[in-house]
């Protein structure tokens, strides 16, 4: 039941930063992990990032790990991706996502926002 709309897409060149937002409604948020996929064109959707309940533990996807930062403020309902250094391959749709589970299901799935990188 918990809905979710993220935010911050856009088109941005090599080396470039965006921030990525997720707002999150309808239901508990503060209880459960959140995370970050993301799905390009023919390609299936893969994991980022997910961050614990606390914001204390996160996990990211080699691919990303040292360049991306996902974060969680538990009072305003939010969860972010912080985007640096980006790659032309980083180029995808990102969902968030609510409750992601290591077996690969999530509880909820937000309807993504496009991240275009140029070369």
């Known amino acids: 039941q918990v809905q979710l709309v993220e935010s911050g897409g856009g088109l941005v060149q090599a080396g470039g930063s965006l921030r990525l937002s997720c707002a999150a409604s309808?239901?508990?948020?503060?209880?459960?992990?959140m995370g970050w996929f993301r799905q390009a064109p023919g390609k299936e959707r893969e994991f980022v990032a997910t961050?614990?309940?606390?914001?204390?533990?996160?996990s990211y996807a080699d691919s990303v790990k040292g360049r991306f930062t996902i974060s969680r403020d538990n009072v305003k309902n939010m969860v972010y991706l912080q985007m640096n250094s980006l790659k032309p391959e980083d180029t995808a749709v990102y969902y968030c996502?609510?409750?992601?589970?290591?077996?690969?299901?999530?509880?909820?799935w937000g309807q993504g926002t496009q991240v275009t990188v140029s070369s």
């Open positions: 961050i614990s309940w606390s914001g204390r533990v996160t």
């Open positions: 309808g239901g508990t948020f503060s209880r459960y992990a």
């Open positions: 996502a609510h409750d992601p589970q290591s077996g690969g299901t999530v509880g909820a």
